[in-house]
């Protein structure tokens, strides 16, 4: 009987796709190069919407390929067709505006206000703030105070206009600018710009998330503005925001199904309080040690850790 060599079997679209989300954080270059070998033909329809993200943060983030970013966003929508969602239109017109592409730009986020039933107005003040939010951590601690802030401009405007179309979409790229801008160098906090960049994207993520999202959404909220006062040296607030925090889920989450995300509220409580040098830090953080033992998973594990870390530096770095 002769040997046969059993070659392993191609991954399907879904599944390839499902690697390359998997990996594209620790393994870019990798998630790169499996992204190029991807045949958006092969994708069932509802993981189109992933994929638009996933161009935009690795062939665009991560290796400014903005160019090659656009191509394949003008492939996924001319497949995804009828059944584009807001979020490809977004994603697709980020690409298209931060590659120079005006005609695509401006056909793509007029697709997106009419998907999403919104003014143009705000699908443009979307869009610009999702370039931005790409594109900061690519920039000095002045230019990306300077390019937020100008991107945040339009927002103040927003919260008054009628309806809530693209609120959450809105909660979401604000949230993770401000997360981005608040892991910055500690040297970077001091940049004037910066700071005031992260303050007011944290309060505009609140602020959305109160009109679009659930008690989870303001919950979290409040967590991410414990986060943003804590490492801006603002110790009163961190306590505030993250005590307001840990009352919805007192209210809401007697069964301790959120018990993760009443760890990190009570981690960021006891920041709050050591740089405002009140009283009940040591008590804080025995809550928050007791809750994370519990979590079970390496990843949880180290993301405690690293918050952990974290604080410490900004309170050595605020001489608490």
């Given at each position: 009987?002769?040997?046969?060599?059993?070659?392993?079997?191609?991954?399907?679209?879904?599944?390839?796709?499902?690697?390359?989300?998997?990996?594209?954080?620790?393994?870019?270059?990798?998630?790169?190069?499996?992204?190029?070998?991807?045949?958006?033909?092969?994708?069932?329809?509802?993981?189109?919407?992933?994929?638009?993200?996933?161009?935009?943060?690795v062939f665009g983030e991560k290796f400014d390929l903005w160019a090659e970013a656009l191509a394949r966003q003008r492939?996924?929508?001319?497949?995804?067709?009828?059944?584009?969602?807001?979020?490809?239109?977004?994603?697709?017109?980020?690409?298209?505006?931060?590659?120079?592409?005006?005609?695509?730009?401006?056909?793509?986020?007029?697709?997106?206000?009419?998907?999403?039933?919104?003014?143009?107005?705000?699908?443009?003040?979307?869009?610009?703030?999702?370039?931005?939010?790409?594109?900061?951590?690519?920039?000095?601690?002045?230019?990306?105070?300077?390019?937020?802030?100008?991107?945040?401009?339009?927002?103040?405007?927003?919260?008054?206009?009628?309806?809530?179309?693209?609120?959450?979409?809105?909660?979401?790229?604000?949230?993770?600018?401000?997360?981005?801008?608040?892991?910055?160098?500690?040297?970077?906090?001091?940049?004037?710009?910066?700071?005031?960049?992260?303050?007011?994207?944290?309060?505009?993520?609140?602020?959305?998330?109160?009109?679009?999202?659930?008690?989870?959404?303001?919950?979290?909220?409040?967590?991410?503005?414990?986060?943003?006062?804590?490492?801006?040296?603002?110790?009163?607030?961190?306590?505030?925001?993250?005590?307001?925090?840990?009352?919805?889920?007192?209210?809401?989450?007697?069964?301790?199904?959120?018990?993760?995300?009443?760890?990190?509220?009570?981690?960021?409580?006891?920041?709050?309080?050591?740089?405002?040098?009140?009283?009940?830090?040591?008590?804080?953080?025995?809550?928050?040690?007791?809750l994370a033992a519990q979590f079970g998973q390496a990843w949880l594990d180290r993301w405690f850790a690293e918050r952990?870390?974290?604080?410490?530096?900004?309170?050595?770095?605020?001489?608490?």
């Amino acid at each position: 009987m002769s040997d046969r060599t059993v070659s392993s079997p191609t991954p399907t679209g879904d599944a390839l796709l499902a690697q390359i989300d998997a990996l594209h954080d620790d393994e870019p270059q990798q998630a790169l190069e499996q992204l190029r070998a991807l045949d958006v033909s092969t994708l069932s329809t509802s993981r189109l919407q992933r994929l638009s993200f996933l161009l935009d943060q690795v062939f665009g983030e991560k290796f400014d390929l903005w160019a090659e970013a656009l191509a394949r966003q003008r492939a996924l929508v001319q497949q995804a067709g009828t059944h584009a969602t807001p979020a490809i239109f977004r994603q697709a017109a980020i690409a298209a505006q931060v590659a120079g592409d005006a005609d695509l730009t401006r056909l793509w986020t007029q697709a997106l206000a009419a998907s999403a039933d919104a003014p143009l107005a705000k699908a443009r003040a979307l869009v610009s703030l999702g370039a931005v939010g790409f594109s900061v951590s690519r920039l000095g601690a002045e230019s990306a105070g300077r390019l937020t802030l100008q991107a945040l401009q339009p927002l103040a405007a927003l919260h008054a206009t009628p309806g809530n179309g693209l609120d959450a979409a809105f909660g979401a790229v604000t949230n993770n600018l401000a997360s981005d801008l608040l892991e910055r160098p500690l040297d970077d906090l001091a940049q004037p710009d910066l700071r005031t960049a992260l303050q007011l994207a944290a309060e505009h993520a609140q602020r959305f998330w109160q009109r679009a999202g659930t008690w989870v959404n303001h919950e979290r909220a409040h967590y991410l503005c414990a986060m943003a006062a804590n490492a801006l040296g603002f110790g009163s607030e961190g306590v505030a925001q993250a005590r307001a925090g840990l009352a919805l889920l007192d209210e809401f989450d007697q069964a301790g199904n959120e018990n993760v995300d009443r760890a990190f509220l009570e981690l960021e409580l006891a920041m709050g309080l050591r740089l405002s040098e009140q009283a009940g830090r040591a008590e804080a953080l025995a809550r928050a040690l007791a809750l994370a033992a519990q979590f079970g998973q390496a990843w949880l594990d180290r993301w405690f850790a690293e918050r952990s870390a974290r604080n410490e530096a900004l309170a050595l770095h605020y001489q608490r």
